[in-house]
Antibody, heavy 118, light 111 residues
Framework: QLQLQESGPGLVKPSETLSLTCTVSGGSISSSSYYWGWIRQPPGKGLEWIGSIYYSGSTYYNPSLKSRVTISVDTSKNQFSLKLSSVTAADTAVYYC??????????WGQGTLVTVSS | QSALTQPASVSGSPGQSITISCTGTSSDVGGYNYVSWYQQHPGKAPKLMIYDVSNRPSGVSNRFSGSKSGNTASLTISGLQAEDEADYYCSSYTSSSTLKVFGGGTKLTVL
């Protein structure tokens, strides 16, 4: 059974960089059939796609976040990571990692709350 | 404001059927058969219920069905059960630079 697990600091100061890692178990991140993605959900609000990455390193980002986002992959550790720079309170959200099968996210991590506050 | 429009809430009694709509444009919902639906219970991660407009992943009850007409996709839940009470989100591929958009979500209440 495929499992995804987000990890990283739960509190980030304004203007700093948010860094999260998603560890994939029960399957290989190097599978040619899938992309891997990050999605976030501000408290009490809807879902927002942040970006996606292929095991080769090819990336796609939401244009609204593109200038601040970097997604990378480490196939040796079966992990992919998210960096979001210059964060503000508006970036406070639950961050999910997920597997992207064509255009649908079919497996999700449990999510991790990241709060931006001094 | 979300790119896809969903009703904020719908409700139904156990055993009844309900339909949740998801309205977009010809650049997303209307232009491609890449609409997905997700169920999210409070404090939990979303769960894929429908992909590519009308396909159910393995393990999802056949009480859930999806369809599309023009720029509007729909999720229908038949034989409502208490466990169906949750938030539901639609999503679509889009030809805009955004690539992937979500609806604002619909809260389903089982009366």
């Amino acid at each position: 059974q495929l499992q995804l697990q987000e990890s990283g600091p739960g509190l980030v100061k304004p203007s700093e960089t948010l860094s999260l890692t998603c560890t994939v178990s029960g399957g290989s991140i190097s599978s040619s059939s899938y992309y891997w993605g990050w999605i976030r959900q501000p408290p009490g609000k809807g879902l927002e796609w942040i970006g996606s990455i292929y095991y080769s390193g090819s990336t796609y980002y939401n244009p609204s976040l593109k200038s601040r986002v970097t997604i990378s992959v480490d196939t040796s550790k079966n992990q992919f990571s998210l960096k979001l720079s210059s964060v503000t309170a508006a970036d406070t959200a639950v961050y999910y990692c997920a597997r992207l099968l064509f255009t649908s996210f079919d497996y999700w991590g449990q999510g991790t709350l990241v709060t931006v506050s001094s | 404001q979300s790119a896809l429009t969903q009703p904020a809430s719908v409700s139904g009694s156990p055993g009844q059927s309900i339909t949740i709509s998801c309205t977009g444009t010809s650049s997303d919902v209307g232009g491609y058969n890449y609409v997905s639906w997700y169920q999210q219970h409070p404090g939990k991660a979303p769960k894929l219920m429908i992909y590519d407009v009308s396909n159910r992943p393995s393990g999802v009850s056949n009480r859930f069905s999806g369809s599309k007409s023009g720029n509007t996709a729909s999720l229908t839940i038949s034989g409502l059960q208490a466990e169906d009470e949750a938030d539901y989100y639609c999503s679509s591929y889009t030809s805009s630079s955004t690539l992937k958009v979500f609806g604002g979500g619909t809260k389903l209440t089982v009366l």
